[in-house]
């Protein structure tokens, strides 16, 4: 992040710049990014398609908004992102999962 006033980079997580300043603290919360934590989808995963890899989705999402609130953006994105691959690896888990319970239902010798 760099300051908007003196274009100096600023500490990370700093509200205030250390060469003019300037404080970001208002601008800083104005301009939080919204981050989709992907709870929605990691929870939609876990009922729908993998319980255990469903289940690290949501713990990486649930840990979004406390560091959002930390201030800790880089960190929300990264759990964010983790969230996001572990909801998909729990959807392709689930399908494979799912197809290979169908494979051995039509060749089970019941039907
Ligand atoms: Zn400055």
Redesign the pocket.
């Known amino acids: 992040m760099f300051?908007?006033?003196?274009?100096?980079r600023?500490p990370e997580n700093d509200v205030r710049?250390?060469?003019?300043?300037?404080d970001l603290g208002e601008l800083a919360l104005s301009q939080r990014p919204e981050i989709n934590n992907g709870m929605v989808g990691a929870l939609l995963a876990t009922l729908l398609c993998c319980l255990p890899l469903g289940l690290v989705a949501i713990a990486y999402s649930s840990q979004v908004a406390g560091k959002i609130a930390a201030g800790d953006y880089r960190g929300a994105e990264q759990a964010a992102g983790k969230a996001r691959f572990w909801t998909w690896t729990a959807v392709l888990g689930g399908i494979l999962f799912n197809f290979s319970g169908l494979m051995v239902l039509l060749h089970s010798p019941l039907l």
């Not at 300051?3 to 100096?8: A, E, R």
Request: hydrophobic residues 25%; contains cysteine; glycine residues 16%.
């Open positions: 300051c908007v006033k003196c274009g100096t600023l710049c250390p060469n003019c300043g300037w």
